[in-house]
């Protein structure tokens, strides 16, 4: 008989664990003389970050097992998981985390009751309720449907094939408001500066991730982080002109910050944009990973304006980069001079886009982007002259909301391979039974309803915090946690369904295959992690 959980007991366990993080950061600040040498220390910085990370959702998960029977089940289930790799990421490494060997003993009946096999069977399908208000269960509701009906049928072959996003699924979207949570509504969108902004987004983008991650889910990020970067930094006549058509999808988004050589070491680009005669920008060199590029009609671009490159991020600026949609297995456009503004004298711009093949993501494609001498106004400089050296902070306030957002996206994606397993395993017999009958179907299955409500609930915890104007290091914590979680959750709901995982008939290989993406983009987590979770860490210790 599995024993009740103990949220009493699961509160001093999450207490432990503080104390052990909380030392190591004390420990990794000594050892890299406050984090100048961090790089010294990469391992125990890495692993430091994500047990964090883990910690502070179990903080949160606490206060939503207080709220009843099954969700005390789910956080107690929680916590025991996030006490157990604290364990074992400080196991033969205590000097190291300035602990001792042994140092969980106390925690040490907590952790037999909560990750007894038979307490996880419990939890299998269990879910909890997600205690949203009216108004969010409204939207998750609204956009569930819309997923349900217009993504979910034509997710599978749209991945199969490497297809397009219809759009009709773009102007549908549209029609729910998709485009314009973040923003503000004296410009056509529905953000009104509050808690429902940020929250909002979360649950939007979970059900169209849960339909699917490159159809749906991935659909509004690209206009979001755009959104993010204007209300931060344009000037009121960028807000007034781009604005209102994101908020109608009137302009699809794309973003190109990454380089071939560069991809999460952003202050290093190369890429640059040079004054023109005549006026305006001419753009040169190569981004990739840009995701939506072909049927984008403008690109949010991060570009090197200060020629010295020692100026390393200062020397950035921000603009927005008209383009043409072209086709998605490749386009070339020209610019000629004299024509859409462009001055004369200048030669001919090019803009080739080269598609990337890649193993899931599927649906809005991404593209390796080459250009040469393409001419932007000085208009769509972001900020203006103000906005001149300003691009990496304009991006990153941006890129913060999206680490947000991507964690909701993973949530869909877990959300999705749960219910899959879940069904899949009520209706597979095997040896006379199904297995759902089974002990170790049942506790892989509490382990995923635990991580995913847990998950959850920490990402409406950093919605809010970051409409309140804080947040950052936590919407850090929570795509650094959140990407891996999503990793195993798919790989494990991939298992339960045994040879017909692995079929493409079934969406659970799909689920597999596009939550491998998700640890990798929006900042890739080894950077994540050492960068910003662990450096934060470390100043604070």
């Known amino acids: 008989m599995p024993a009740a ?31 100048a040498g961090l790089d010294s220390e990469q391992v125990l910085a890495y692993d430091l970050a994500h047990a964090t990370a883990g910690v502070e959702i179990a903080r949160v998960a606490l206060a939503y097992g207080a709220r009843g029977d099954v969700e005390c089940a789910l956080a107690t289930a929680f916590v025991a998981d996030v006490l157990a790799d604290v364990v074992a990421r400080c196991a033969g490494r205590e000097e190291a985390w300035g602990t001792t060997a042994g140092w969980h003993a106390a925690a040490g009946a907590f952790l037999a009751a909560h990750r007894d096999p038979s307490f996880l069977a419990t939890l299998a399908e269990s879910e909890g309720p997600r205690h949203l208000d009216d108004d969010f269960s409204l939207v998750q509701e609204t956009f569930r449907r819309f997923a349900e009906d217009r993504i979910r049928p034509r997710a599978e072959e749209i991945h199969r094939h490497n297809g397009d996003i219809p759009e009709d699924v773009v102007s549908g979207l549209a029609e729910l408001g998709g485009f314009g949570l973040s923003v503000p509504e004296e410009l056509g969108g529905f953000a009104s500066g509050g808690e429902h902004d940020y929250l909002g987004m979360v649950v939007a983008t979970e059900e169209l991730s849960r339909g699917s991650l490159g159809v749906g889910g991935s659909l509004i ?63 040169t060199g190569v981004k990739t990973w840009c995701t939506f590029a072909a049927r984008a009609d403008v690109l949010m671009l991060l570009a090197r304006t200060d020629p010295d490159r020692s100026s390393g991020h200062r020397g950035l600026s921000l603009f927005v980069v008209d383009k043409p949609r072209g086709e998605s297995e490749g386009f070339l456009f020209t610019q000629e001079e004299g024509l859409g503004g462009r001055p004369a004298g200048l030669g001919t711009g090019r803009l080739e886009g080269r598609p990337i093949d890649t193993l899931g993501y599927r649906g809005m494609h991404s593209y390796e982007l080459a250009f040469d001498g393409w001419w932007v106004p ?15 902070y304009l991006q990153m306030a941006g890129f913060e909301n999206g680490r947000l957002q991507t964690a909701a996206r ?32 049942r506790a892989k299955l509490g382990r995923m309803a635990a991580i995913i ?40 709901a991939m298992q339960l369904h045994g040879g017909m995982g ?34 934060r860490l470390v100043e604070r210790a």
């Open 453 to 492: 409500q847990a998950s959850r609930q920490f990402s409406y915890h950093v919605a809010r915090l970051m409409a309140a104007g804080s947040g950052a290091l936590e919407a850090s914590m929570v795509k650094a946690y959140v990407c891996r979680s999503a990793e195993w959750v798919t790989r494990e």
């Open 378 to 392: 000085d208009d769509n400089l972001v900020g203006g002259e103000s906005g001149l050296g300003r691009g990496f």
């Open 502 to 535: 692995y079929a493409e008939e079934f969406p659970v290989s799909r689920y597999f295959v596009d939550a491998r993406v998700l640890s990798i983009f929006e900042g890739a987590d080894e950077t994540l992690c050492l960068k910003v979770i662990a450096r």
């Open 5 to 35: 959980p103990d949220l009493e007991a699961a509160r001093a366990a999450v207490d432990l664990a503080l104390t052990v993080v909380t030392a190591a950061a004390r420990c990794l600040s000594e050892a890299t003389d406050g984090g």
């Open 410 to 441: 993973a949530l869909g994606v877990m959300q999705a391979a749960y219910e899959a397993a879940r069904d899949y395993a009520r209706e597979r017999r095997v040896f006379g039974k199904p297995i759902i009958e089974y002990q170790l179907t």
């Open 221 to 283: 990020t690209r206009p979001e982080i755009l959104t993010r970067a204007l209300v931060n930094g344009g000037t009121d006549e960028q807000r007034q002109r781009w604005l209102p058509r994101i908020a109608t999808a009137d302009l699809m988004v794309a973003v190109a910050v990454t380089e071939p050589d560069f991809g999460s070491d952003v202050a290093s680009l190369t890429f640059t944009a040079a004054p023109a005669a005549g006026g305006g920008w001419l753009l």
